[in-house]
């Protein structure tokens, strides 16, 4: 099942043709609190494409492009790779989707973050979803999470977990300060935590009918 959810539509300054900007929402949440999880199911239900920004800068390493070693030593140690490398990989994958209904997972990660993202597409997100997760149920699923990934050790999710606290709450707090976090206890079963995110899109719909 698909459900439509609005993209917002603004007017050029010279009253010209009608400019659609697409729907952002970014998908916030402690490392392994299953942000990836959820937005597949999202986009199963919602209609949107998903773009985790750890995906596409994984994706970078491995074409072997110039920023890859850079990009891999950062992520190696829980680092918040230059704002410049993740919007421009975020805006292209945008352009080049076709849809006008993203979910950015894991990205803003800091205010720089951000700050870029909106000076750079000047999209500003329609909501913020925040998992809400526990520190020792989040390094459990990590742990168990089998994907290969090289972050998942416990020297570097400590790491991550400490950027976390750091960086990426204060950017939470600020969109909790203006009014657009929805926050989602995430620490029950896949299940019940998508109910609650599918009463979020669900809402939305309907005030935007
Ligand atoms: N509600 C849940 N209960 C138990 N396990 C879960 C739940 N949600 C996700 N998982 C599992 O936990 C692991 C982490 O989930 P996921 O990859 O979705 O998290 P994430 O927030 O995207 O993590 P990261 O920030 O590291 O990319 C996966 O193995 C996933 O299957
Ligand atoms: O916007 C971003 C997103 C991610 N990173 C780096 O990637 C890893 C893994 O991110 P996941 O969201 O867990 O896939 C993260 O620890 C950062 O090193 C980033 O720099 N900026
Ligand atoms: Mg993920």
Do not use: W
């Amino acid at each position: 099942m698909e459900t439509d959810v609005g993209v917002s539509t603004s007017e050029e300054a010279n009253g010209s043709a009608a400019k659609k900007k697409p729907t952002v929402v970014f998908v916030l949440g402690g490392p392994g609190s299953g942000k990836g999880t959820q937005c597949a199911y999202i986009v199963e239900h919602f209609g949107f494409t998903h773009f985790s920004a750890g995906d596409l800068l994984r994706g970078e390493i491995d074409s072997g492009s110039e920023n890859g070693l850079m990009i891999k030593s950062m992520m190696n140690e829980g680092k918040i790779v230059p704002s410049e490398v993740t919007v421009k990989l975020l805006q292209k994958a945008m352009e080049e989707s076709g849809n006008e209904k993203f979910l950015i997972d894991g990205f803003p990660r800091n205010d720089e973050n951000r700050a870029a993202f909106a000076a750079v597409t000047g999209i500003e997100p329609a909501f913020v979803l925040f998992f809400d997760c526990p520190e020792e149920e989040m390094e459990r699923r990590i742990l168990n999470r089998n994907q290969g990934r090289d972050d998942d050790n416990i020297e570097t999710i400590r790491k991550r977990f400490k950027v976390f606290l750091q960086s990426s709450l204060p950017v939470v707090q600020y969109y909790e300060s203006i009014g657009k976090v929805h926050k989602i206890d995430a620490a029950r079963p896949v299940e019940e935590v998508f109910e609650s995110v599918k009463a979020v899109f669900t809402s939305i719909n309907e005030k935007d009918d």
